[in-house]
């Protein structure tokens, strides 16, 4: 890690610490690549993922049935703590000591790697630790004995951990190379107009970034912003570089020097840790996909921020039919975005009031014909006719602002950096 040294702490005469200035910021890169969610993860729909907490699933077909916990390894994890967590969730014995005795070949707990544990006969209890598609190892702990082997190449293994939806989670990646919370939630504010950070990580990504942070005593006192960032989702390569317009005001633009911010978000819902994990692992092809209706189902935890997809004015705000809770908002006199099924609307919301984009207007619920918490949302359009009609929501509805003149050098600069991001090419999961 690069940084520069901050001076100590000054105390005033009346013994009232002095904290000093934060350094100016260190310039970092960072990149991180995540594989495709496999297609067959059959299972996948019923898994409950809430705060980077295990799900259970049942058997493989034919197996005698027992609990199956499945997690990912958190940043920071070590043997000492899983042993006795994962113990407790299968209500496993485990002997005296076994973390503080486990043998030196037991293999280190890397973030984000896969785990899938459950207790055999005589209880015993298996933990299975999947590296790579070719490192994988068994722990077995019995009341009187730890042991560590490793695994030959178990291709349902592997497919269980590509099949896995919570490695797609993008605090999953940031967190495996140790890079700060704030830095994955400015990424998805940069790419908001462009990538459905909810519904389309299981397609792989692959990310390099150029951010700044600020350093107090050897460690990262905060992160700073981003100044460039590279996203590759499925097939589309999205960029972004921080610069001034023509105003002053900084902001993110493409490399032609548009802005990147467009008229419509791609997700009306707040994105944060638990919004990302939980939706990644009720992935499912039904699922966050486009129905006959032309509406989108986003499921999340009740209670999540729900936020205007654009500028607009609110049209309708109450309870109708199947929709229960709803709020309608109009945009431009040309379009109309739906938001159902909410639990609570945002205090003192009201037909006429103007909101912005990102703008809270309320709260994921399950009233109306709904079986479970999720957002449904539409997109309308008004014809020649003046009558609305439901359309796909587009793709992509650019903004018109520039960069400011030389911002051609400045992305000159910040192509090299991501060119040194990228060079490790960093394979995070498979």
């Keep these: 890690m690069m940084f520069m040294p901050c001076a100590a702490a000054q105390v005033t005469s009346d013994g009232a610490a002095v904290l000093p200035q934060l350094s100016q910021p260190v310039v970092e890169v960072a990149a991180f690549r995540v594989a495709p969610v496999a297609a067959a993860a059959s299972g996948v729909a019923d898994a409950r993922l809430k705060n980077g907490a295990p799900f259970v699933t049942s058997a493989a077909s034919g197996e005698k049935a027992q609990r199956v916990i499945e997690l990912r390894t958190q940043k920071g994890d070590i043997w000492d703590d899983l042993l006795p967590r994962v113990a407790s969730l299968l209500a496993a014995k485990l002997p005296a000591g076994a973390a503080q005795a486990r043998p030196v070949a037991m293999p280190p707990l890397l973030p984000g790697k896969f785990l899938r544990a459950k207790l055999l006969p005589d209880d015993v209890l298996e933990i299975e630790y999947v590296v790579t598609p070719g490192e994988a190892y068994a722990v077995h702990v019995n009341p009187t004995v730890l042991q560590v082997r490793p695994l030959a190449s178990d291709p349902r293994l592997i497919e269980r951990m590509r099949a896995d939806p919570a490695k797609a989670s993008l605090f999953t990646a940031t967190d495996a190379i140790g890079l700060p919370e704030s830095i994955a939630l400015q990424l998805t504010e940069i790419f908001a107009g462009e990538v459905d950070f909810l519904r389309e990580l299981h397609l792989g990504y692959r990310c390099a970034i150029v951010y700044e942070a600020h350093y107090r005593e050897g460690f990262i006192e905060n992160a700073g912003r ?47 840790r638990v919004t990302s994990d939980f939706t990644l692992a009720r992935f499912h092809p039904v699922l966050g996909v486009w129905r006959a209706h032309l509406g989108v189902d986003y499921a999340a935890p009740a209670g999540t921020k ?17 929709y229960g809770n709803l ?37 994921v619920g399950m009233t109306g014909l709904a079986t479970g918490p999720h957002l449904h949302f539409e997109f309308h359009v008004r014809a020649a006719s003046g009558n609305w009609s439901a359309v796909r929501a587009p793709d992509v ?12 050098q400045r992305v000159a600069m910040y192509r090299e950096s991501l060119a040194v991001a990228g060079q490790g090419n960093y394979l995070f999961l498979q």
């Design 397 to 408: 509805v650019d903004t018109t602002q520039v960069a400011a003149p030389g911002f051609a």
């Design 306 to 322: 729900v936020v205007s997809v654009a500028d607009g004015v609110v049209e309708f705000v109450g309870t109708r039919g199947g």
């Design 226 to 272: 981003i100044l460039a960032a590279e996203l590759e989702v499925g097939s589309r390569l999205y960029r972004a570089y921080y610069a001034e317009d023509s105003t002053g005001q900084g902001r993110y633009f493409d490399h032609s020097g548009k802005s990147t911010q467009r008229l419509f978000r791609r997700s009306p819902l707040e994105f944060t």
């Design 327 to 363: 709020v309608m908002l109009r945009h431009q006199d040309k379009f109309l975005t739906y938001y159902a099924h909410l639990n609570a609307f945002a205090p003192k919301l009201a037909a006429g009031d103007k909101v912005m984009q990102g703008q809270t207007i309320g709260y």
